[in-house]
């Protein structure tokens, strides 16, 4: 594969845990009810103690599809994110960590971003490494005899996300090892690039790390019986 082309690169890390930890000037809530939040930002069920409402229920069946991502909840004129994935947008994007339900004495945290600009706020996760779910209201609410109907319409990665103007290339890399060679593909989503490349022999380890750390892929791909490489991978990588 030829050399990839220079770009300035904001590093990020995986999926879970982006790089640089809290951003400054995140949202701090002393004195307030302690939050409704479930025993970590992958729970699949509604947590006991938040109301079982009708839009807290379909809210944790989107949610269930997709565990592992930040979900922004279309809500009107609003993106919301609720619990654990208010806490990281919040902190993550700088904006305001508010409550709903405070009344009841179980608040669950939320924060929102505006529908018609959402876009600049789901490239800032990108860019930081998150994978994002956008779940769009599928009918008009006027309409709606009863709860809105919302779906995934969007599921978003450093690796499938399309590059913003001036930003750098995003490869999306795809590991397939082999009985004698290891296999690797590179995908830039935004101008349909694709390269493929095969390492072999005894150094076939090495020179796919070489490749990786060449390319420097946002996200990667590879069986998960098959873990890509022993040892830490390039800075920007999610797998």
């Known amino acids: 594969m030829s050399a990839p082309p220079s770009a300035p690169r904001n590093a990020a890390a995986g999926e879970s845990s982006p790089a640089g930890g809290p951003a400054a000037g995140a949202a701090s809530h002393a004195g307030e009810p302690a939050a409704a939040q479930p025993s970590s930002g992958h729970a699949a ?44 947008a919040a902190r993550e994007l700088e904006i305001t960590l508010t409550s709903r339900n405070k009344e009841k004495g179980v608040p669950i945290p939320m924060c929102g971003v505006p529908y018609h600009s959402a876009q600049n706020y789901i490239a800032r996760l990108i860019q930081k490494g998150y994978k994002v779910a956008i779940c769009d209201q599928m009918e008009d609410a006027k ?3 009863k709860l809105v109907q919302r779906e995934i319409t969007r599921v978003l990665t450093p690796g499938t996300a399309a590059a913003q103007s001036g930003e750098e290339v995003r490869y999306l890399a795809a590991i397939a090892p082999g009985p004698a060679a290891v296999g690797l593909a590179l995908l830039e989503v935004s101008t349909g690039e694709f390269r493929v490349t095969e390492c072999s022999g005894p150094n076939a380890a ?14 990667i791909l590879h069986p998960s019986q098959s873990p890509p490489l022993a040892g830490p991978l390039p800075p920007d990588a999610a797998l």
Do not use: H, I, S
């Open 143 to 145: 309409q709606a005899k």
């Open 206 to 219: 090495a020179e796919l790390r070489q490749e990786l750390e060449r390319w420097r892929p946002r996200e």
């Open 45 to 88: 069920e509604l947590p006991k103690n938040v109301p079982q409402t009708p839009l807290m229920r379909q809210y944790w069946g989107v949610k269930r599809r997709c565990p592992e991502a930040l979900l922004l909840f279309r809500l009107g004129d609003f993106y919301e994110l609720f619990f654990a994935d208010a806490v990281t």
